[in-house]
């Protein structure tokens, strides 16, 4: 079905973080109604939602009701259960559909979906016992990256493993979840391409991002990253191959590593905007969440065109331990854009908000929102 699901329509979101917020409000500018659906209240993309619903994702009678009332449903978390998405297709159109969600939100198909389809990505094993675990150490070499295979985000459930460790505290700390070893990447930089792909097949990519960790937290982002654009041009067609591959329908991220000798090899796939396409929403001629919305709507692509140089900060919960940031002093600079999530509780780690930020070159756009993000705490 390529029919154009037009403004006015409802379009749904399952999940209900600072994603589902910044696809609500784009959804909102285009004119869409839009409901969320989590377990949570007040949350920040229900608070900007013409309808918040509050149910279980397992709760087939509540999901089916919701999916009932809205035009397409697309998502902005991708660890849903497969069932809720099954549940929501007998209903209303699914975007992406439930099979992308069931491979990317599992390691070890998503992994196995990647190499069996040619793209590069890191040897790995699965560890389901002690004696899997030796036997990966045993096939691909240490140091490595254990990871449980569901449910990891933000280096949650991941170790390193190195040739001194102890085998069986590094198995134990698995907890019993299933697990991938990962040999390890000697890499020189993270790079992400943020695309989306319509039902008719059409493609755009935004500029290929760089990022930049703090304890396995993005920190920052920039753009255009800093790499050969013949290795940009690779990444983006890289990304186009694995967008059509699963049939994406909607946006799907794709999260790479640039290792020392100049080669990319894929991390991992989120079926969903991302973190370090925050950047677009000041520094695009389309944001990715307007991309979002009209990747699933049937809508023609947005030019994803970069403005100029630009950079991303993000702002995590211990920026509120001594108190409320201070805000006018973090926007005294004129070009900085204050992103905030409209989160009551701030833990540490926890993602609050964002600075963007667009200069005359990429370190100026970086020096500006780590600037601005200093100043918070004047
Ligand atoms: P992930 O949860 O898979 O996104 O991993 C979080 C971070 O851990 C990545 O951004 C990398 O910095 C690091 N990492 C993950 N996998 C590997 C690997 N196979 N080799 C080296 N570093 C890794």
Redesign the pocket.
Known sequence: MNFPILPGSTIGILGSGQLGRMLAIAAKQLGYRVAVYSPDADTPAGQVADVEAVGDYLDEERLADFAQRVSVLTFEFENVPSAASEVAARHTIVRPAGSVLHITQERLREKTFLRDNGFPT?PFREVKTYADLHAAARDLGLPA?L?TASF????KG?QKVYAQSDPAEVFANLKGATGIY????D?EK?ISVVAARTADGKFAAFPVFENR?AN?ILDVTFAPAAIDPKLAKEAVELAAGILEKLGVVGLLTV?L?VTRSGKIVV??LAPRTHNSGHLTMDACITSQFEQQVRAVCCLPLGSTALRAPAAMANLLGHLWEKGEPNWAAALSDPHVKLHLYGKTEARKGRKMGHINACGRSVDAAIARVIAARERLLS
């Open positions: 890191t990256v990871k990891g985000y933000d280096g991941q990962e040999a390890f990447v890499f993270e960790h396995h999260e590593f991390n991992e």
